[in-house]
């Protein structure tokens, strides 16, 4: 839910293209599944990708810093991934992992294999997220 609050609340300043939210989910190659929340908000400052999961960083006004620290401990609490990168052309995309089954979580893995696109027998694009 915080993903697509900040999403939503990211695009609030968007006024010379539409706003658009866009929820993807599917499974990954290897046992895991996937929830992807896309925005095209004003995205993602490369100077300031390595801190995003930082506890009391936020680029809000009126933010504390604490959503996105707390969203990866919880992600990586049942053994998955919380990772950022940019949205082409615009906005942030940021994509939670999880295990399928409880080995896979305590195993940990990460593949790094793309995701299928559900139902469609193609490759979804996997952004470049970063890995911080």
């Given at each position: 839910m915080n993903l697509v609050v900040n999403a939503v609340e990211a695009m609030n300043g968007?006024?010379?293209?539409?706003?658009?939210?866009?929820?993807?989910?599917?499974?990954?190659?290897?046992?895991?599944?996937?929830?992807?929340?896309?925005?095209t908000g004003p995205g993602i400052d490369a100077a300031h990708l390595d801190r995003l999961f930082q506890s009391f960083y936020t680029t809000k006004t009126d933010g504390i810093?604490?959503?996105?620290?707390?969203?990866?401990?919880?992600?990586?609490?049942?053994?998955?991934?919380l990772a950022a990168a940019k949205n082409k052309p615009?906005?942030?995309?940021?994509?939670?992992?999880?295990?399928?089954?409880?080995?896979?979580a305590k195993a940990g893995t990460d593949t790094g294999h793309s995701a299928e696109a559900a139902g469609t027998g193609q490759s979804a694009p996997k952004p470049p997220f970063a890995a911080v």
């Open positions: 968007v006024g010379d293209r539409p706003r658009e939210l866009t929820i993807v989910s599917g499974e990954g190659d290897a046992d895991d599944v996937f929830v992807e929340v896309k925005d810093g604490m959503g996105l620290a707390i969203s990866r401990s919880i992600a990586e609490a049942h053994g998955g991934r615009q906005g942030a995309v940021f994509r939670l992992t999880l295990p399928i089954t409880e080995a896979t």
